[in-house]
């Protein structure tokens, strides 16, 4: 690997995923597109979204309450539409995922499913610092069933003086909470390190101790590849406008194992969607589960954001999973090796650079970076030069070059930007 503008630009050239950043909008700034490395916050608009979100109010426009049935694409099955595609990303069954509500709001209902606790067995085990709002729905799933979370949550932290929690230290804390253990609830890829789990491991351990297992996949769907059939996961839940381009608050999704859907007495939260499809509009009193994941569906589908994800769900189809993975790790190691090549020519004795990322495999296209003595000012200036990432307190730059519309020369450009700023600093 080269610090040089012709090395980038021939992994560019020789890039197979070349062909789709053009089909992106990237923000300007001063007129110039910017540097974008925030995809794993919010992914950048196909440009293709607005064609398929103004089909869908032309057909409102033109059916009127008829486009439930009648529009190109019927309202009324408008999310079995996304199915074969999302069940793909995720590498779950088509009969195990549904696009419906939000991520935080999945959560709760996939909960309400799966953490039925009892006074024998009630505890959750999570990381220590997860996203606040999944935090707040664990808290309130316990306290929702009468128990304390400061006795029934069991939060991992990394070990002092390491930044990403050890596998060996989540098998170690459930084998000794087994007896207790409802359970074990992590987000797949930590939002913050950006450390990828070993979600098949984990996910053995926790059945093994009795409990079950779901993730938040906020971070990983789109990103890395994912097998969640296979790896026996009870559930998931993810947000779809993160690596999955479809647009702030989009519609997110939800994964159930195949193995629970046959049992159709896991009780639920339920709403008219869930109810059987045959039968829905007799409106009769009681409901019939549908035996798939749509039974967890409360209401109509949201089309407007299902057409936005749509966009974005087709352009992952055709870019393949297996080929964004491949170009997303060498895309990331050319962002590792410029990091340290910048910081190897500004560092002193109290300013560097620190990946807290772990190495492959164990990372996607994440990389969280400390600016040891530099910290946020650095962030700012970064900013006001056209570089768009993100900042997590306490002390953390994320950076994504996400390899569906990122090229090795943002990654190159970045690190000239780096270097004029740290250099300028000295
Ligand atoms: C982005 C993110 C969320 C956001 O939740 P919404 O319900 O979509 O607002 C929640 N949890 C994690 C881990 C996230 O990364």
Redesign the pocket.
Known sequence: MHNSLEYAQKQDAADELKRFREQFYFPRINGKPVLYFTGNSLGLQPKKTQDYILNELEDWATYGVEGHFHARNPWFSYHEILTDKTAKIVGALPQEVVMMN???VNLHLLMISFYRPTSQRHKIICEAKA?P??LYALQSQIKLHGFNYKESLIEIAPRPGEKSIRTEDILETINQHKNELALVLF?GIN?YSGAVLDMKTITKAAHDAGAYCGF?L??AAGNIALHLHDWQVDFACW?SY?YLNAGPGSV?GAFVHQKHLHNLELPLLAGWWGHDKETRFKMQPEFMPIPTAERWQLSNAPVLSMAAYKASLDIFDEAGIDALTKKSQQLTSYLEFIVKEIDSLTQTANQHFEIITPPAPARSCQLSVIAHGRGKDLFNKLTSHGVIADWREPDVIRLAPVPLYNSFEDVFQFGQILLHLCAKEQ
Do not use: E, N, R, V
């Open positions: 939000q991520l935080t996203f709002s999944d987000g939002y938040d906020a971070h947000c993160k997110a």
